[in-house]
Structure formats: C-alpha cells, structure tokens
C-alpha cells in the first residue's frame, strides 16, 4: 500500500525507493467520505490532560451495512481519509456489506496531507550513519540524532513522546467507541501492521478480524532472534537473484569480491559519490526487491561497479545514499543500540549469517538514527496476549515470512501468500483481494497454504 518508507517496513529499511511514493491515480471519479471528528488525549496515561482531534472519514456500504471495517495504510502517516478518496473502487466489494473507515494518524499534519492534529515540524531524509568504529563516534553519531530530534520535538514534547504504534493503537479503540461497534474490524497495510499488533495486545478482547498486510513481526519476546530471521529472509532474497543468471555478475563469489573492495576503498558513483560494502548491499536490495526487472539492473550496476563505477546504484530520486525518515514514530517503537560494543556484536552476528546482505534491510541498520533519541522506547516488541481470535496475513517474499511470525501465535490464524516481488497485495493482487474480503466480511479463514 501506500507507505512514507516503504516498510523502505518497506518500513526502515534504507534502500530504495527513498522518497514518498505518488498515490495510484483513481481509476473512478473521487467520492467525499463522511466527515467525522473524535477527540482523544495526547497522552493517553492522562485522559483527563489536553486533547488533539482525530478527522474521521466514512464510506457508507452500497449494500446493508453489516458493520465498519477500520483501514489504515501504514507510512506511518499515510492519508487515510485523502487516500481512501483517491480510490473508492479499491474496496468496491467489501463495501457491499461494510461500511469502510479511516482517519488521519495523530502527529502527521499537512506536510502528509493528513487533516488531524498535526506535529509542527518537518520531516526529512537522512542518510544511514556509518557504522561508529570506537565509543567517540558513537557519542557523536548519538548527539547529531539527538539534534535532528529536538528541532522536532522542542515544537511539540507532549505530542513527540507520544507518537507510537500503542498510540495510534489507543486512537483505534477511540474511534471504534465512537462508531458503536462492538469490536474493532480491522485492515492495516505496511507499517500500520503495527498499530494492530499494538492493538492486539492492549485490547484482546475487543478484536473480531485483522488483517496485517505487508508487515513484519513486533510481536516477539526475542528481539535479536527477529534481526536474525530478517537478515536471512534478505539472504535468501539475494539467493533469487543469483539464481537467475549465470553471469559472473550474478555469482556469490564475484559480488562477495565487490563488496569487500568497496570496504577497502569505496567505488566512486559519480559527482562526489562514493559506495562502501554496506551501501552496495543496501543499494542492492532495493533492486533485488523488484524481482526479474530489477535483477536485470543490479547485474549491470554491479558489472560497472567492478569496472570501477557504481553509478548504477545510484537511486533515480531521492537521496543517493541508502537514508530513513525522521523517526518519530519508528525510533519509540523499535529497540536501538545502547553501547557501540552492542551494536558490534549485534553487526558481526548478522554478516555472519547473512555475507553477501549483511546489515542491509534490517532495522539493526535502520535504527541507527534513533541512538540518542530524546524519547525511550515506549512500544517495543513484545508477544501477542492468548485468547485472541484467529488473524489474518498478507504478503509478498519475506513479508509473508515476517507476518507468519505474528500469526503462529494466535490458534487458528491464515496467511494469503505471494510468492513473488511486492510490498502488500489487497491493492495489487485480486486473488488475495478475494481472501482478504471473505475474512473481514464473513470470518472466513484462508486456508493453509494459499497463495496467489
């Protein structure tokens, strides 16, 4: 769906594409929703303290209503009601027999089209730190992130510290009271898989179907063991690639070569831009992601490179080097690195499990903007509660390994599979359009093992 980082969840992750992805133009003419407003704390551990206002929208079903279905597009901070707009025919089928709703994420104002109370700053890109190689750069890799946070937070401190996915959580349970539900109906695509597994775990007893589409697992009590099953989900996406020529561009060998060379002396890119090994491996994946087109472009970028010249790695927009978005919401949900020996023992475990991606596509790397952040960790990982009812997941390669993750802790839950290139599938993909739909509508599980 559409995402600010594309969960790039896609997420964190600093590859490319690095820039906010365009709305899909509408294929039907724009239909206004139902304006709605709900008004929630901005800290939700004082709900009698100030209050932000949370824009609503609504389309009604074309059929009898059988109740709202909750969408949220992930980012975070995609447009919910703007979005929904742009495309009303996307949920045609399922608004036979529900009502489909969405809203605008606390925090994300105008710079994201989004119309609820907005944090006054402004988001940016920045490249991926290099990796500190003594306790001094740590210090200083952590005093620059915390200067990048304050020119946000001192704008808003109550607002800042309270942007997580709880958060955008605890406003879900606002609006599902105010719409009269009795439980929450709920779709969230990329990152907004968050919020319902944030969701899940504060309220339980208040979920009747859910969807995460395109996500990956907040839901564990071992969070090295995450980084580990990613790194190799990234391995083995590396492994297509390999697989699908047999140029010497395409051996583990040759490429192992490059990226060792580029560690000892970066591969110049062209006006002033030079590659090390871990900015190949990022780069990289950003074209392994693509599957047979962008296999094609990483055979001859990597060609060049080994000729001397990365500007194949080049990102077409954006910035050139692998960079993430300001983390307001990201760096109080994920675990960072508290001591540079950490984060060495973390970055030798994963290269060591994953030699030709290493760190790349990991949030080990991901996160590393939000060492020094002002604000802790408020939402970290953390298993699902027992006695929810069965889930329902989505995805493309290594989404959908990511998402199984979550579900293999819930009895009875389903996974729509894709075994090919993609970030989420409900707006691309019609077979898991048609899975997805028959599980919010009628609670029909998928069975094991489907894919489209």
Known sequence: MITRA????????????AALDPAPAPTAPAERMESLEVTVPVDWSKPEGRKLTLKVGRLRATGESAGSVLIAYGGPGAPGIKLTE??????????????????????????????????PCVWTRVPVPAFPRDDAEFARMSDTNRGIAEACRNRDPELFANMSSADHARDMEAIR?????????FYGASYAGFYGQAYAGLFP??????????????STADWVKELEDTARQNEQAMGRYFASCEAQECKPSFWRRLVARADRSPVPAGTGVAYDGRDLQGLAMGFVRQGPEGWKRLAAAIGKAARGDASGFVPP??????????????????????????????VARLNRIAPDTGTANTLA????????????????????????????????????????????????????????????????????????????????????????
Request: some cysteine; aromatic content about 6%.
């Open 205 to 218: 007893g208040k979920v009747r179907a859910m969807v995460l589409d395109g996500t990956w697992n907040h």
């Open 6 to 17: 594309v969960l790039t969840l896609a997420l964190l992750a600093p590859a490319a594409p």
């Open 177 to 185: 009271k105010a719409l009269g539900e009795p439980k929450l109906t």
């Open 317 to 346: 927009r954006g910035l050139r080097y692998p960079d993430v978005a300001t983390g307001v919401t990201e760096c109080v949900d994920w675990p960072r690195f508290g001591t540079r020996e950490e984060m060495a023992a973390t």
């Open 365 to 452: 790397t991901a996160t590393l903007t939000c060492v020094g952040w002002p604000v802790k960790v408020t939402n970290p990982p953390s298993p699902l509660p027992k006695g929810l009812p069965p889930l329902v997941g989505a995805g493309a390669w290594g989404e959908s390994d990511a998402v199984a993750r979550v579900l293999a802790q819930v009895p009875g839950s389903g996974l729509v599979r894709h075994e090919g290139p993609g970030h989420t599938l409900y707006l691309t993909n019609a077979c898991a359009r048609g899975h997805l739909d028959r599980y919010l509508t009628d609670l029909v599980v998928p069975a094991k093992g489907t894919t489209c």
């Open 86 to 119: 742009s495309m009303p025919q996307l949920w045609s089928d399922l608004r036979k027999r529900m009502d489909i709703v969405t809203w605008d994420t606390r925090g994300y104002g105008e710079q994201f089209q989004g119309t609820s109370t907005g944090l």
